[in-house]
């Protein structure tokens, strides 16, 4: 077996480069050497093209492997080993599965050719080809191939920077509360990398505690960087001149602060209320958000009520003055506080999980031990038929002795 590189210009005694800086690489397999020699001969004047040549078949992958090639010419007819079959292994090994194949073959049977492309060949040459059209070829093929490479790296770099920034979104959401007035803890998984849900809850002083939850529409950065915006205004208190005891005062301040027009045509839902302990009431507004539930008493002795002053979503209308409701809390009430993603998970027949029928849910008992927010994520999971679900799951579970 020939394994020596014949380079134009040096490129060979190069350092290894990042895909952006790949040479055009061609591995020629063949079990003739005169061939190796022939092709050689037609690639060596060409600059920015190294050549390796491998006349073992059966050390194809192996030498694949180590020279990393943009394109591999393959013979069909070799002792011992089937052409056809080498590229349908190619195409199994990890490595070499998206690299460019170049059948090279005297066979010229359309029934060859045709079983070449099934088993996942991307050209096919009848050797010897004119050395401008191989040559055409080569750089043709590892062109497409390189840009994948690139294309790789960037989903990666991406990748990993998305993951960074949805785990300094989670690290802003707060930790579970429990003071003896109310305890409240939260389930939040992203349907992507970085959603566009967002929570908060915190006491304003020491009778008025805030709780909302947020879910803008759409996914990715610019979803993640408008709720976190808004979480971030909120939590600082930062609406010059608002109450922010007052839900419909916030809502409105809101609405006037992002603008559909100045939010590129995002926009969002909000639930936010303010629980008194030494009232026992609630004060409530939804901007275009999904009703919250209040169950009074134990789980399944009454259905739940549900809370949601109707206004419309957050940015739509300027101007727009909202509306609140109060609300009695009795003593063991639970509230439960959530984004549409935990009920709007994909059925058979191309139906949806209704809100009634989840709201059921909720009012059951829990399983042993558990958690009504980890029985509502399985379910949810379970009628979805996947772990991963269509949209962000966000709920947040007070309960108020």
């Known amino acids: 077996m020939s394994h020596e590189p014949v380079p134009a210009a ?10 952006s800086k790949r040479p ?81 073959s005297t066979r010229e049977e359309p ?22 059209e191989l040559v055409a070829r080569v750089r043709y093929h590892s062109k497409g ?39 409240i803890d939260w389930r939040f998984v992203t349907s992507t990398s970085l959603g566009g849900d967002a929570f908060g809850y915190g006491w304003i002083d020491d009778d008025h505690l805030q709780v909302y939850l947020l879910d803008v529409c759409g996914h990715g950065v610019g979803a993640a960087l408008l709720s976190v915006t808004v979480m971030n205004v909120i939590r600082s208190g930062s609406l010059q001149g608002t109450d922010f005891r007052d839900p419909a005062e916030v809502l409105s301040a809101l609405n006037e602060a992002f603008p559909m027009a100045r939010q590129n045509g995002s926009y969002f839902t909000i639930w936010y209320g303010v629980y008194r302990p030494s ?58 506080l959530f984004s549409d993603g935990v009920y709007e998970v994909d059925l058979p027949d191309n139906q949806v999980w209704a809100f009634d029928d989840f709201a059921a849910f909720l009012e059951r008992p829990p399983s042993d031990g558990a958690s009504r927010m980890d029985d509502l994520l399985a379910e949810a999971r379970r009628l979805q038929g996947s772990e991963t679900l269509p949209d962000d799951f966000s709920i947040l579970e007070a309960v108020f002795p």
Not at 14 to 19: E, G, I, W, Y
Not at 65 to 88: K, N, R, Y
């Open 24 to 104: 055009v690489t061609v591995l020629l397999v063949d079990d003739q050497p005169i061939v190796g020699a022939a092709v050689g001969r037609m690639l060596r004047p060409e600059p920015g093209i190294v050549f390796h040549f491998c006349s073992d078949p059966a050390r194809a992958i192996e030498t694949a492997e180590a020279v990393e090639p943009t394109v591999i010419l393959q013979d069909l007819v070799m002792p011992g080993v089937d052409g056809l079959a080498l590229v349908s292994r190619y195409r199994e090994t990890e490595s070499t599965r998206d690299v460019p194949i170049v059948v090279l």
């Open 145 to 183: 191939y390189i840009a994948l490479l690139e294309r790789n790296v960037a989903t990666r770099q991406l990748m990993a920077e998305l993951k960074e920034a949805a785990q300094y979104v989670k690290s802003l959401l707060p930790s579970p509360l429990d003071d003896g007035r109310v305890r």
């Open 10 to 19: 040096g490129a060979a005694d190069a350092p290894p480069v990042q895909a």
């Open 279 to 336: 009232t026992r009431r609630l004060v409530h507004a939804s901007g275009g958000h999904p009703a919250a539930l209040l169950l009074h008493g134990p789980a399944g002795a009454a259905p739940a009520e549900r809370l949601r002053a109707p206004n419309l979503i957050i940015g739509f209308v300027p101007g727009k003055r909202f509306v609140s409701e109060e609300v009695d809390v009795p003593a063991g009430a639970r509230l439960f």
């Open 111 to 132: 029934e060859t050719k045709a079983e070449a492309f099934a088993r996942g060949a991307n050209d096919y040459i009848v050797k010897l080809p004119d050395r401008l």
